[in-house]
């Protein structure tokens, strides 16, 4: 059963330009959550996708937005990136909308962004 | 929204040892109550959670404490082993919403 992946592992882009992050969820898990952890601090919560729409959002800026495909699979797009931008980030899935009965969410390995 | 408090930043203890972890929250409606653990360039890992209709749940050397009225929960891990070195965050979860997370403690279990 392969767990939670995204891709690609590590990423080095410039200031002002834009990055795709992708995240394919555990087999049986409808519902991905992204994540932003800055160094040294908690996930910070984006926003989160079911049924291929963007169902809650976090406080970040419109720079952020996502897509979800019909196979539960996901995509993270940041655009004009800032040099604050650069952190790991996290994908995590469950099983149903947020407060289902299984809350439970599994991170993936996250993808490692620097922007110059 | 939820504001996840967590302490302290940074814990060491000596192998055997228990490790203790609080968290406070600040939404009254949040109901669900995860514990991750991280090691160095890893993923964060489930290890315990606690619902908000249970007040205490156990898991071998770990266990986990809720206090609804105070808004808290604690993690509290015994017999400390150099292996459960880690970031640890705990994170509080409203219905209909996402994980918010407390900032971490930096558990360092010397041998």
């Known amino acids: 059963d392969a767990g939670v992946t995204q891709s690609p592992t590590h990423l080095i882009k410039t200031r002002g330009q834009q990055v795709t992050l992708r995240c394919s969820p555990k087999?049986?898990?409808?519902?991905v959550s992204w994540y932003q952890q800055a160094l040294g601090q908690g996930p910070q919560f984006i926003f989160q996708?079911?049924?291929?729409?963007?169902?809650q959002r976090g406080n970040f800026p419109d720079r952020f937005s996502g897509h979800q495909f019909p196979n539960y699979s996901s995509e993270l797009n940041v655009n004009a990136l800032l040099l604050g931008d650069s952190a790991l980030y996290l994908c995590?899935?469950?099983?149903?909308?947020?407060?289902?009965?299984?809350?439970?969410?599994?991170f993936g390995p996250g993808t490692r962004l620097t922007v110059l | 929204g939820e504001n996840v408090e967590q302490h302290p930043s940074t814990l060491s203890v000596q192998e055997g040892d228990s490790a203790v972890i609080k968290c406070t929250y600040s939404?009254?409606?949040?109901?669900?109550f995860p514990w991750y653990k991280q090691e160095l360039g890893k993923r964060p890992q489930l290890i315990i959670d606690?619902?908000?209709?249970?007040g205490e749940k156990k898991d071998q050397r770990i266990a986990v404490t809720l206090n609804k009225t105070a808004k808290h929960f604690s993690l509290h891990i015994t017999e400390t082993q150099p292996e459960d070195s880690a970031v640890y965050f705990c994170?509080?979860?409203?219905?209909?919403?996402?994980?918010?997370f407390g900032k971490g403690t930096s558990l360092l279990v010397t041998p």
């Open positions: 995590a899935s469950s099983r149903g909308l947020a407060g289902g009965r299984r809350n439970e969410q599994f």
């Open positions: 087999s049986g898990h409808d519902t």
């Open positions: 996708y079911y049924e291929e729409e963007e169902r």
């Open positions: 939404d009254s409606a949040s109901n669900y």
């Open positions: 606690i619902r908000s209709n249970v």
């Open positions: 994170a509080a979860f409203e219905w209909g919403y996402a994980l918010n």
